[in-house]
């Protein structure tokens, strides 16, 4: 994992001079590249923005993230209870995507029919009405667990292009995992969406809102082990592996998203071994 850690108002050298400095004014580590993320600390009562938009901070602390095809700068700024303004120019590192060329022409997909296009409708505004409830959690700060541990057989971002004109890229990583396995909350959250029936395109959804505008999506499931509402603790069973929606095989699509960024799950997740 890219890890990079920014002391804006100066650096402190050691750990035991660490102890003695007084605390930085704004700092932020994590994984600084295209679909990762890092955190942030500011004074109490202070003030920040990415890009010129507010970030919600909480006693403190903060979250930022960066789409899969973020550009290579991104600006964070802080309003300081002194009344000092403090600016940083973040370097967002690009990635190599796996990228796969394909000598066959991109079908066009066929025209929805009426009841197709009405029933996708709704279930898009169910996704969006999920996205933006914006719960109170408070796994955005803990370390993710995986969901699962077996074979990745989906990377994020990988993509294809079918005689130069390029398919949408994958926007989750894939676990391959057998029929009615469980799976389970990588962090806490609030279940903001569980689908009653199955999407025409995901299955059985589940969306867990860890707060600050970070979420989790799981598809294909075979049955949900939750129901909208419910608060779930790291580590707790959430659902069950399938192949429900458009998918080929049985396997667990774990998406993330902040705010409209899509991020690469792996980024927050230690190794499985």
């Not at 850690?5 to 102890?19: D, I, M, P, Q």
């Not at 993230?65 to 290579?72: I, K, L, N, S, T």
């Not at 409830?133 to 989906?154: I, M, V």
């Amino acid at each position: 994992m890219l890890s990079r850690r920014l002391l804006l108002g100066g650096l402190a050298a050691g750990v035991a001079s660490r102890a003695l400095a007084a605390p930085q004014p704004l700092m932020v580590e994590g994984a600084l590249t295209q679909g990762g993320w890092a955190m942030g600390s500011v004074p109490l009562g202070a003030l920040v923005m990415l890009d010129g938009a507010p970030l919600p901070v909480e006693q403190g602390r903060f979250l930022i993230a960066f789409d899969r095809d973020a550009g290579p700068k991104a600006m964070l700024s802080a309003s300081l209870p002194t009344g000092e303004n403090l600016t940083q120019e973040l370097t967002i590192a690009p990635r190599a995507w796996h990228i796969e060329q394909v000598d066959t022409p991109l079908r066009p997909p066929s025209l929805p029919d009426e009841a197709y296009a009405k029933l996708r409708a709704e279930e898009v505004a169910r996704i969006n009405a999920a996205r933006a409830r914006g719960e109170q959690a408070e796994g955005w700060a803990q370390k993710f667990l995986w969901p699962a541990k077996g074979r990745l057989s989906g990377q994020f971002g990988s993509q294809r292009i079918y005689q130069g004109v390029p398919g949408s890229y994958h926007s989750g990583t894939d676990i391959a995992l057998p029929q009615g396995a469980p799976y389970a909350a990588p962090a806490a959250g609030v279940v903001v969406l569980a689908a009653d029936h199955a999407f025409t395109l995901e299955g059985n959804l589940l969306m867990l809102d860890h707060g600050m505008g970070l979420i989790s999506a799981f598809l294909h499931s075979s049955a949900l082990l939750v129901k909208e509402g419910d608060r779930v603790a790291q580590g707790q069973s959430i659902g069950l592996v399938g192949m429900t929606g458009r998918a080929t095989g049985p396997h667990l699509h774990w998406g993330m998203r902040w705010r409209e960024a899509r991020l690469d799950p792996a980024l927050f997740c230690v190794s499985q071994s």
